[in-house]
């Protein structure tokens, strides 16, 4: 007999309506958490346990026969939780999933979830460039290419959700998991994880993608893992909340993750407003809220908001989560909860019912099982495009004329530096050679190509010498001491190297060639397995162990060197940045990052990365960012604040000029008005280039205090030598909104300056524009992107 709910022909509603009323209470909590689980093939399934459980205050729980028999809601991470082949790893999930779909009394199938932020994150998938080197490209059609990319091999190894984007706005990059945003720009970072939703999630939202970390996470205090956030819901609201509005509005996007932290002393995780007003009530979100791993057993063991599990589940639930991940640490106990009269059956009935809403609207009751044969991962499309997006994130910032470097014959070049032949170097703490570190598992890094094996192929082995100068971590081990993270732990001395008995070798090789290529910058490592990533913070913006001094000696010997900065974050290269002959900003450029920088210093690719964090002068200047407001530098200024190198900037291959700037006629009217700017740009050099022509606003009078600029437009254009390209930039008024004291988007009457250059710093043209009209209150629909028509 099939049930009304085992109907493909029926309604979505009319299937939950069916599927909910047959429940009981307990397969109803077991559709509200996950399972965390080393899959067999064999159907020997066992529970994960690791540093998490201790973080969280949980073990092992038991009967997992008997819990499963009741049903779940999710199996966390099956394929990124160990080292397993593709193939053997949809044979285990298979496995399981048939357990659930046949065993049990319903026959309700898992969710399966994954990490890929920068590719899908598991044995043997690509490895592409991490965020802040996506965002670099500034080119959200690339963004969104790459996030189908990494649709396609998640899929292809039963994938249902995807725990990425990074929406969170850089504010400090001394916050270890800098490297996983899009930038210090609030515009920016929705602009590119709209497209990476779009990319991630297709047209018919068929694999989730993941808004996180839902809000305000990387403006903690002294940029702290974790660490408590201060803001008021105006900032928060114009700042950090904008990328994730963008995103759900824009993209559709299916579930959001809320953060670890607090904010003014409110848990996201137990935020009402936050989880249901804002997200759900006012944008209309339609997805799941999930939580983050753990983010449920903090709200007693760490935020001390609740008493035990069950209250800390109560608190969630009613708050507006949908399901608790990685486990069931506090859904296990809601039983407890609604005996207790902390939450009652028909919030869970809500809840429930969105779940199952997902599950039948992704097709699972259909198609519950991944397709068994050989998963497609590391195709050679793919690669390309890995490749791509490294070539045109590397940004370059100094050149006296050395580059690019052509191989020519008997030249003799010095690779030096820690980062020069690691292929751990080259990739962020969500990939999955990183990640495997805190296992205590061997990273597997064959596809990785080391800019050493690069340039090797590039110039010929024998005008290549390389030695290693020094270490940043001599041994990748985990066990940090990070949880719970209170001062009251005791620390460990930090593992970073400090000895130099590696520079003198590389001194004197940098004396006996032509030209040194040192590789400085991090390492990435979850909990301070790393010097940057999630739990991997510093107090200092100078280079990790004994590098500074590494790259002084090199520079002392008085050949020209180029700096290529791999990395996290940017650092200070203590003054350095004058006396070097070139310096090229790679951050995390993925597997195929070393090709690429071999690429741009050969000249076989031209440069044409910006930044899309402003790199500061030193630690004393944090945070900075260049939106900030006309007081942060104090007053006078203080010395250290300030960036050497500014958002947006980057130096190409070739020049540029600006000229016949144009403003739209004035005045523009708030109501569905638009500020039209044009300007020409033109290649004045001698070959082919890339620019990313930035457009800035500046609100000269508003009734609250507004930034010095918030960028609000921005395009990529590429010219041959002496070629003009007409750009015609289109700004709706909606986009100069900021929240009012009501907590609403208003756009007030006024002149607003605009601001048209090469960086935020490095403005080509100027004008003023009016606005005409009444204080406008937005509608929800609000025009939320300007566009940008070339004509060349």
């Known amino acids: 007999m099939t049930h009304l709910y085992q109907d493909a022909s029926q309604p979505v509603a009319t299937r939950v309506a069916d599927l909910l009323a047959r429940m009981t209470p307990e397969e109803k909590f077991a559709q509200l958490h996950a399972f965390w689980l080393i899959l067999d093939s064999n159907g020997n399934h066992k529970e994960r346990t690791d540093l998490s459980d201790d973080f969280a205050g949980h073990k092992q729980s038991q009967g997992l026969e008997q819990q499963l028999a009741l049903g ?93 984007p990074v929406l969170d706005v850089s504010r400090d990059v001394r916050w270890g998991r ?82 670890y932290h607090d904010i003014d002393g409110q848990p996201c995780h137990s935020d009402h407003f936050l989880l249901t007003e804002v997200l759900r009530e006012q944008w209309g979100f339609d997805g799941l809220i999930v939580a983050d791993y753990g983010g449920v057993s903090l709200l007693h063991q760490h935020h001390g908001v609740s008493h035990d599990d069950a209250e800390s589940a109560a608190l969630a639930f009613n708050a507006g989560l949908d399901i608790e991940l990685p486990k069931g640490d506090c859904a296990q106990h809601l039983a407890d909860a609604v005996s207790r009269g902390l939450i009652d059956m028909a919030k869970i009935d809500e809840i ?42 590397i940004t370059l910032l100094e050149n006296n004329g050395i580059l690019p470097l052509r191989p020519r014959s008997g030249q003799k070049i010095a690779v030096i530096g820690p980062t020069a032949d690691d292929p751990l170097a080259l990739l962020s703490g969500y990939s999955f050679p990183v990640h495997l570190i805190i296992s205590e598992m061997q ?69 006996e060639s032509d030209v040194a290529l040192v590789f400085v910058g991090d390492l990435a490592g979850l909990f301070q397995s790393g010097t940057v990533g999630e739990g991997s913070d510093t107090d200092s913006l100078q280079l990790p162990g004994v590098q500074q001094q590494l790259l002084e000696d090199i520079v002392a010997t008085g050949k020209p060197t180029i700096v290529v900065m791999t990395g996290g974050r940017p650092y200070s290269l203590g003054g350095l940045e004058d006396n070097v002959a070139g310096y090229l900003m790679a951050f995390a450029p993925g597997q195929e990052g070393g090709r690429a920088i071999s690429d741009i210093i050969s000249g076989k690719e031209a440069p044409s990365g910006r930044l899309v964090v402003s790199v500061p002068k030193s630690a004393g200047a944090m945070p900075y960012y260049y939106n900030h407001k006309l007081k942060s530098g104090g007053t006078p200024v203080a010395f250290h604040f300030g960036a050497t190198y500014p958002f947006g ?63 609000k437009a921005f395009e990529r254009v590429e010219l041959d030598a002496g070629q003009t390209a007409t750009l015609s930039f289109s700004i709706p008024t909606d986009m100069l909104n900021f929240t009012n004291h009501a907590g609403k988007r208003i756009v007030e009457p006024g002149f607003v300056e605009v601001q048209v250059g090469s960086s935020s710093a490095d403005i080509h043209a100027t004008g003023k524009v009016m606005l005409a009209g009444a204080v406008r209150e937005l509608p929800r629909d609000w025009r939320m992107v300007s566009r940008c028509d070339i004509n060349q």
């Open 352 to 393: 429930v019912a969105r779940v199952l809403t997902e599950k039948f609207r992704l097709g699972l009751f259909e198609q519950p099982y991944a397709i068994e044969p050989e998963p497609q991962l590391q195709q050679p499309a793919t690669r390309e495009l890995a490749w791509q997006a490294a070539v045109r994130s």
């Open 443 to 511: 990273a597997q890094t064959e596809q990785v190509i080391t800019p050493l094996q690069a340039l090797r192929e590039a110039y010929g082995e024998q005008n290549i010498r390389y030695t290693q100068g020094c270490h940043i971590l001599e041994k990748r081990t985990a066990g940090a001491p990070v949880f719970p993270g209170d001062a009251a732990t005791p620390m460990q001395n930090s593992p970073v190297s400090q000895s130099t008995a590696l520079i003198p070798q590389a001194v004197k090789l940098a004396q």
């Open 649 to 711: 900037y980057g130096l190409s291959g070739t020049t540029f000029r600006y000229h016949d700037f144009q403003l739209s006629q004035q005045p523009v009217a708030i109501e569905n008005g638009d500020i039209s700017v044009q300007i020409q740009v033109t290649n004045t050099g001698s070959q082919t280039g890339s620019e990313v022509v930035q457009v800035y606003l500046r609100d000269c009078v508003a009734s609250l205090v507004r930034p010095v600029q918030e960028l």
């Open 72 to 164: 779940a809601g999710q199996i966390t991470r099956p394929l990124g939780t160990h080292v397993v082949s593709p193939a053997e790893g949809v044979q285990a999930l298979n496995r399981l999933q048939k357990m659930l779909v046949e065993d049990t009394r319903l026959g309700i199938p898992a969710m399966f979830h994954e990490e890929c932020l920068v590719g899908l994150l598991c044995k043997d998938a690509t490895l592409f460039p991490s965020s802040l080197s996506y965002a670099s490209t500034w080119d959200p059609q690339l963004m969104e290419q790459i996030a189908a990319a990494i649709r396609d091999e998640a899929q292809s190894v039963g994938c249902h959700q995807g725990l990425a």
């Open 178 to 259: 800098t490297e996983e945003t899009f930038g210090e720009d609030p515009y920016l970072v929705g602009v590119m994880a709209t497209a990476y939703v779009r990319g991630l999630q297709g047209e018919k939202r068929d694999l989730l993608a993941t808004l996180k970390h839902y809000v305000g996470h990387s403006f903690s205090e002294g940029a702290r893992n974790h660490a408590p956030v201060h803001l008021g819901f105006r900032e928060l609201n114009d700042t950090f909340l904008l990328p994730f509005e963008m995103a759900v509005k824009l993209a559709n996007a299916g579930s959001v993750m809320p953060a």
